[in-house]
């Protein structure tokens, strides 16, 4: 926001940025540096400034100015920064409204896609007034009827938040395709075949896929589906998850 100020009479100008590609902490670093200064010495502080951060605050400040300029005929030399902040809180702040996880990420990923943006990416831990708020959503990979899981445990690792490429998990079934021997809501075993976070092999090589996915397997690890769709890691046959392996189209 910028303000120019006379002796008895103020005017706010305001320029909004909702979708920029960096943390909060990288953004304030910037914003801490122009805040209750002129506009054009916070110019030359965003342009000198070593950090790739102040590229988007340095077009907000011209966008801000430019609204000063053109709707109110206001003089550039007479502006100053008397307000900057940034929120970071946008789906923490519905979760914590008790909006249900679900609706807080599609009402963020329609903001990404309006904003023409390439992706999104969100994690989310930690708790919020006592509750643990870190959630991890699956997508299947197989025919078997279950369209996208929730994880419920690891099996194994009951102390671990997050699970692996391998690992066999409980989940409950989110969506369910109609008329399948799967229903929504129904607890079923499932193995990690794909994840967002990198997996890094022996020989120094980086994995990373562009989605959690997971097969739905029975009570001997077989997979329920007849078909595997999209890219596996070939850990899975290091795993004995053999049936897997030869259902999918290709291994990673």
Known sequence: MI????????????????????????????????????????????????????????????????????NMSLNEANLVISKAEVNEEFIAGQLKSRVSFRKAMKKAIELTELANTKGIQVQIAGRIDGKEIARVEWIREDNSGARELMCIRIIGASNRRYAHIGDVIVAVIKEAVPNTPLERSEVIRAVIVRTCKELKRDNGIIIRYDDNAAVVIDQEGNPKGTRVFGAIARELRRLNFTKIVSLAPEVL
């Open 3 to 70: 303000k120019k100020r006379k002796k008895n009479l103020s005017t706010e100008v305001y320029a909004l940025g909702q979708h920029i590609c960096m943390s909060a902490h990288k953004a304030r670093r910037g914003i801490d540096q122009i805040r209750r200064r002129s506009y054009e010495e916070s110019l030359m502080i965003l342009e000198l400034m070593p950090y790739r951060a102040c590229y988007p605050i340095l077009k907000l400040v011209y966008s801000a100015a430019a609204n000063a300029n053109h």
